[in-house]
């Protein structure tokens, strides 16, 4: 895990050119993103490439996968379940995925371009013409000391893709393997069901908990359900599926 100090982030809706800013408090991310050897030490399947990232992970196995992380620590779990329906308990000091402002935050390393760095050597994408997800590591980091933010895999994030559709599909950021160079970027952001599954899709830890109740970097239950209510679908970062 890097120490992520505090700071502020501007996102951005493409889609509706709307710019908005986060403040973020000290957080911890993972190094790397998930592998396929530590999927397999806790939730017992793994994969045959122990070095790549874990893909084909649903959102709400990289959940359980966070849960069994913290009890193996003796930590706090982030999250209950009631069905699937998820609780993120804000104070725990469990692991968790991280929200997606302070994924942007973690990942852009102080840039303001859209890639931290030339794109040939801090991420794998189809400019390489493999078919798999490759070895974490395998590219130079950001300036966060942070590997693979961009390209291998996209990386499921806390939040929702857009809290006015009754669809629950959660967020994913960064691009992958097979993305295109021009989409591989730190504000790329797309989405998909809890339970779907994708083979350039993973995940990475967070950790940190904060005095809030219902709300911490970036995300609010509260603010969640107001835009389902009223259907806002042009509220700031909620964008439809890309």
Known sequence: MARIAGGSVELHDARRKVRWSVDLEPF???VFPVTQEQVGEL???GGMHPRR????VSWLQAIRFCNAASEWEGLDPAYTFDGEDVTWHVDADGYRLPTEAEWEFA???GSKTPQYGPIAEVAWTSLDGVTAPQNVGGKLPNLNGLFDTLGNV?????DLLDAARDDGHRVFRGGGFADDARNVRAST???GAPRSQHPDVGFRLARGGFDTEGAAQGWSAAVDEERASFGDAASPGRSPRS
């Open 189 to 191: 952001r797309r989405g």
């Open 43 to 45: 939730l017992g399947d």
């Open 154 to 158: 996209s990386e499921w994030c806390w």
């Open 28 to 30: 911890e991310i993972g």
């Open 107 to 109: 990942c852009r390393a």
């Open 53 to 56: 990232p874990a893909a084909d």
